[in-house]
Each structure stands twice: as C-alpha cells, then as structure tokens.
C-alpha cells in the first residue's frame, strides 16, 4: 500500500496524536493499542528549504563574490586606497547591530578585489561624533609631516558626526583626519580635530584627491540640499573653500576624480554624488566647470554612496569604483547589506557628450569554475539557448552578443527572476527597473554577473549598468535564454560558473 494512503488510515483508525522526524509518536497511555496523531497536512509540495545561517561565509544568502562583513550592518564604501600592494577597504560599519546606528569604520583589504579578508575596525565613534564616510590617500610628500618621506602616512579623513550618540550630544557635523603608519592596521587621530569645522545643516562625506599642477590637496564636500562644494589644502589641516557646486537630483557622499578620454589624451575631471549621478567637466585647482546637467550611471535598484579608488599606481591606470548595494534584503542572516562588484570606469566621447561606461574588473577571472562556450548558434522561440550550458550553481559571470533581426523580445530567467529585453521599445527591464538600450552595428552584448543575493548587468561594453538585489528561493536555480517573435542568431554565449570568493 503507498505511504500516503497507508498514513490516511492510520489517521482514520487511531484518532490524534503527534508526527515527528517521519515517525508516528503515540501520546496514548502505554497499553491502551492506540497511536494518536495531531490534526497533520499533507501535501504534495516539497517542504520548503532550510535556511542556513550559522556556518560563516556560506549561508544561505551570503554573497559569495561581492563583499559583506562578517556580522552585522555595514553601508557605504569608505577610504577606498591601494597601498603597499593592498587595496583597502574601509566602511560604515555598525559592529554591534544587525542595522544601522554607532556608526564605525570597518575594514577590510584584498590583493585582488575580489577576495577580501576583514581586519579590526579602524575608527571608532568619540566625543566629536560617531564616524561616518569619508576617504583616504597616501600622503606621499608628508604634506601633514604625519610620516616621513620614506615612511609616507596612509590619511584618512571623515566625517564626524555630533549629536548621533550620548557622548557627542550637542556637537556638530564636522571633518576630521586620522593617520596609519602600518598600513591602515591601527589609526591615530590628529590632535586638532577638526580640520573642517561645521559648515552648513549635516555637511559631511569628504572625498580626498591631489591636484599635481598646483601641489595642493582638493576636497569635495557635501553640503546639504542639492549643493556640494570644493575646498584646497597644502597640508590636510588647514582649508579654503573655492566654489559651491549644485547638481541637481543628487546628494550625500561626493566622488571627484580626473580621468582620461578614452583613445585620447585629453584629461576630464569627473564629479559624482552618492547616487552615482556625475557631471563631466574641466579643473584648474581654483574651480571646476561643468559641461551641462548631471548623467545617469546606473539605473539598476540598489547602487549608492560610490567611490572611486585612490592611489592606483600609474602602471595600472583605472579608475576603479564600489558601490554600497543599497536596501538589499538577507531574510534570517547574521550580516547586513554588501558592496557592489569593483568595476572599472572608462570616459567616451559620444554624440551626446562625454559618457561613463562601466565593466567589472578583468579579476573576477580568478574565480572561474567552468566555462561554457557556444558561437554562431540560431535561436529559434521556444528553445533555450542555455540549455547547453546544463547549469547547476547559483554564481555566473555570463556574456551574451546577438543580431536582434526580427525578434520582439529577449527574456533571462535567473532563479526565478526575468530580464526583458524589449526590442521593440528599445529597453531592458527586470527587479522593478527599466532603461534604454539599443543595438550597435546591428548587435547587442549583455553581461550579468549573478550571485546568492544580487545580479548586475552591463550592456553593450559598458554603456548601460544596473545593479538590483533579490532575495530567490534557494532551490531554484533556472537560467534560461529565450526569444520571441524570430530567430536569432547568437554571435556568442559564454557561461562562466564561479567559486566563492571566500574559500
């Protein structure tokens, strides 16, 4: 007799009692011949998966390539600097709750950007403020005589922001440095903070970088509103203001950077607010002037407070950003939030002006697993053209290039989620968000980096970028390519399964 029909009868029989770990567990006094069994429900649904959280680095939605802190909340990218052969990666940090507040400077550093290892915090909160964002560089001229020339000071300069704890009741916003001498390890804090006394409302989230031509360190500053400003500086400690920047639509967290044009040799300097928004334009050290309105970098759902890194050496060249992956949800995990994949910028000259286009760093090519390629393949609606790539995982790097031709739409399902692109309209869609895209020279490339708890998608080299976390069922593990309207031809598909960062 099959086992649910043999369990009805013996529910029908012997009345109510308890079922446990697949076993009948009679309640009755011992004797008495019966079985008693609790009011049960059968289905024929498969019990819905444990949810592991205990086992560091491996739980359930733990990302696996992208960084997150060991326990607890952590927001926005701070201090972001490559020295000594490490890039450094400090962030707002609150090491004693799973959500916001006390906020501290964690840290962590990676050889690669790609595996990451977490070191004591750096910053801790003090009678000035809790320690929110900021930044860092190497003071190579020990322009603050914080190190020597042969020993230079790692700086950190931030925001301390009074009145958010018992202890700094009543101050207000300010700017303060703090200095390592072995390697972001341990921090002194300078004895005459602050720097930057209070300017205006919560001014806050310094961003630090040297302006050769004049021999003068320049700082941008969030004011408050839409109004961010400019300051200069021979030594870290004493400041002038410049210029008063306002950009519309955009706040917080202010990047400003000079970067080349690429296949040029002319320099832009790039001005970017927390939301990833940025303004394009030219720098002398005494102002900066903007070419037109705030660009748009990333339409995806969760990208904010970015930063670009300081102190790449020259050999290297790019410019490289983090995200903090904002509003990200991690049902019943020991962590908080996690950073977005490092990606390089690059800046093209367009018809429509100077634009950003966005890549992930080539070094997440350490980390694959397997590899599935397939090239010049006609895609026909109803076929799936990853089906070939028999995938198993939940960590991808995927690139995709095809001639749309006829076809209406393309759809991605990713673990139960779709990207839509509808040819028609000329957008790609998926988790709530929407934005242009149209062929170049008759094609599109696409490229999703896919991991436990987040999928980012670049188009066509860069030119479009989105960044959105989810939450998927564990055991689903669906990625399909399908096509609808006319075939396709895929110029290539590459199918890159991924190890985990952390082991």
Known sequence: MPLRKLFLLA?????????????IVGKAAAGSGRICVDPTTLSDARKAPEIMADTPYSETYRPQFHFSSKTNWLNDPNGLVFFNGEYHLFFQHNPSGINWGNMTWGHAVSRDLVHWSQLANALEPDKLGTMFSGSAVIDWHNSTGFGAAAKPPLVAIYTAAGNTSPESKGAPFSQCIAFSLDHGRTFTKFTGNPVLPHIVAENRDPKLVWFEPTHEWTLALYLDGEDFALFTSTDLKHWTQIQKVHMPGCGECPDFFPINVHGEKTTKWVLTAANGHYLVGDYDGKKFHAEGTPR?????????????????????????????????????MPFNQQMSFPCELTLHRTPFGLVLRRNPVHEI?????????????????QQDGLKGANP??????????????????????????????????????????????????????????????SIELFGNDGQVSMSSCFVPPPENHELSL??????????????????????
């Open 392 to 453: 198993r995982g939940d960590l991808f790097d995927i690139a995709l290039e095809f001639k749309p031709e006829q076809a209406s739409a393309v759809t991605i399902k990713v673990r139960g989620e779709t990207i839509t692109l509808d040819l028609n309209a000329g957008t790609i869609s998926f988790l709530s968000r929407s934005t242009p895209i149209q062929p170049i020279d008759g094609k599109i490339k696409l490229r999703l980096l896919i991991d436990r708890s």
């Open 296 to 332: 748009v970098a990333d339409s995806g759902a969760n990208y904010y407070a970015v930063q670009t890194y300081s102190d790449i050496p020259a050999s290297d060249g790019r410019r490289i950003q983090i995200a903090w992956m904002n509003g990200g949800s991690y049902p019943g």
């Open 482 to 503: 399908f096509v609808e309207g006319a075939t396709i031809t895929l110029g290539s598909v590459v199918v890159h399964e991924l190890n985990s960062a952390w082991n």
């Open 365 to 381: 090519g350490s980390l694959y697993k397997s590899t599935f390629t397939a090239r010049g393949v006609e895609l026909a609606p």
């Open 11 to 23: 529910l029908a029989l012997y009345g109510t009692g308890a079922y446990a770990d697949g076993k």
